[in-house]
Every structure is written in C-alpha cells, then in structure tokens.
C-alpha cells in the first residue's frame, strides 16, 4: 500500500471513529434515541476494519501513526459538525502530532 492509500484508509478510520463515538455522545449526553446506537456501533466495526488495512508489521505502529490523523480529523468535526472554530493553539498542537505520526509512519525500520 503506498502512502496515498495510507492517508486515505487513516482518514476514512478517523471519519468512521469520531461518528461512531459522536452517536454515543449524542444518546448519552445530548439525549438522542437509543437508535443512534445502531449506526455508531457499525461506524466502529468500519473504524477497526480499515485500520487492519495498513501494511506495518506491528499493530501499535499504526495506532500511533493513526492518532495524528484522528486529532486533525477531530478539530475537522468540531468545526464542520459542532460549528466550533478550532483556534490557534488546536492548530498548533494538531501539526505536531501529525509530525510525529508521519515520523512514527514514514521513519526508516531495520530489516526483521
């Protein structure tokens, strides 16, 4: 799998998390049916599949790499979705993290 297809697996994983996560939030803190349930549950199946899609030898590895995708893609939603503009230091702090995954995804491995 190149990195393209990396990028997008990670994006469409963070997509399907933060949904499945938002309907939980939605049923127990903003006191939306029992039904959103359903949808989120299955948007958290979808999340876990594509994240066995990335080619790495170790789980952990893309869990971390994944977690710089998810703070970006989470500050996205919380401007898209919650109509909360994401202020400076959400930025900053969002660029190091995706720093970090890249170094974390991209870094030279010894063989083995």
Known sequence: MDIRATVFVYAGA???EI???FAFWAWLRLGKSPLWLLPGI???VA???LLTLVETAAAGR???AY???YIISSLAWLWAVE???PD???GIGAVICLVGAAVILLGPRAPG
């Open 67 to 69: 977690g710089g995708v």
């Open 62 to 64: 893309t869990y971390a």
């Open 19 to 21: 949904a499945g996560c």
């Open 88 to 90: 400076r230091w959400d």
């Open 83 to 85: 109509s909360v503009r």
């Open 47 to 49: 999340f876990a599949w």
């Open 42 to 44: 299955a948007s958290l």
């Open 14 to 16: 963070a997509i399907a």
